[in-house]
């Protein structure tokens, strides 16, 4: 049985490109949310995603966007790069509600030059 | 505003000694609580979780005590063993079944054979 599956592991943009970070979800898992973790902080919450709508947001600006695909996976969209936005993007499943259900993926590295 | 916090960035703990890992948070909303741990290059994996309606949860060698007047919790691992180094992440979320999890940034658990 799969755990939750992230691509790329990692990758290197520049300042003002967009990047697209894709996740699977534990199979059985209709919920999917994305976290940002910078060096040295625990994951920020950035956005939840249910029944391919967004469920839930963080404090993120517009420039992170994201979808949910019919078989559940999910994207994580983010336009206009900064070098704030280095950081390590996690993707975490569940079904339905539980949070000691939640499965996080192993990461997309971000690197923004 | 970082409500949920760990202060201590490190542990370093003898081979068959108790682990204390501790965990304060500001908002007073917060009615779960969990902890988290990570590996390097792996997501963060579920590990135990307290309702605010208890103040107790075992599993194993993991307690986690929840002390709501002091906003205090704390995760006891006894006896630590080697396979326990890893970053351990406090984690909260208000009105169960509202996903957003709020992370503390960690703390490096040492244990030393």
């Known amino acids: 049985d799969a755990g939750v599956t992230q691509s790329p592991t990692h990758l290197i943009k520049t300042r003002g490109q967009q990047v697209t970070l894709r996740c699977s979800p534990k199979?059985?898992?209709?919920?999917v949310s994305w976290y940002q973790q910078a060096l040295g902080q625990g994951p920020q919450f950035i956005f939840q995603?249910?029944?391919?709508?967004?469920?839930q947001r963080g404090n993120f600006p517009d420039r992170f966007s994201g979808h949910q695909f019919p078989n559940y996976s999910s994207e994580l969209n983010v336009n206009a790069l900064l070098l704030g936005d280095s950081a390590l993007y996690l993707c975490?499943?569940?079904?339905?509600?539980?949070?000691?259900?939640?499965?996080f993926g192993p990461g997309t590295r971000l690197l923004v030059l | 505003d970082q409500q949920v916090k760990q202060n201590s960035p490190s542990l370093s703990v003898q081979e068959g000694r108790i682990s204390i890992l501790n965990c304060d948070y500001t908002?007073?909303?917060?009615?779960?609580f969990l902890w988290y741990k990570k590996y390097p290059a792996e997501g963060p994996t579920f590990l135990i979780s307290?309702?605010?309606?208890?103040d107790k949860n075992e599993d194993g060698r993991f307690t986690v005590f929840l002390n709501k007047s002091a906003k205090h919790l704390s995760l006891h691992i006894v006896p630590s063993q080697p396979g326990d180094s890893a970053v351990y992440f406090c984690?909260?979320?208000?009105?169960?079944?509202?996903?957003?999890?709020?992370f503390g940034t960690g703390t490096r658990l040492t244990i030393i054979p």
């Open positions: 995603y249910y029944e391919e709508e967004e469920r």
């Open positions: 908002n007073s909303m917060f009615d779960y």
């Open positions: 984690a909260a979320l208000y009105n169960f079944g509202n996903e957003k999890l709020t």
């Open positions: 975490a499943s569940s079904y339905g509600q539980g949070q000691e259900t939640q499965y």
């Open positions: 307290i309702s605010s309606i208890k």
């Open positions: 199979s059985g898992h209709d919920t």
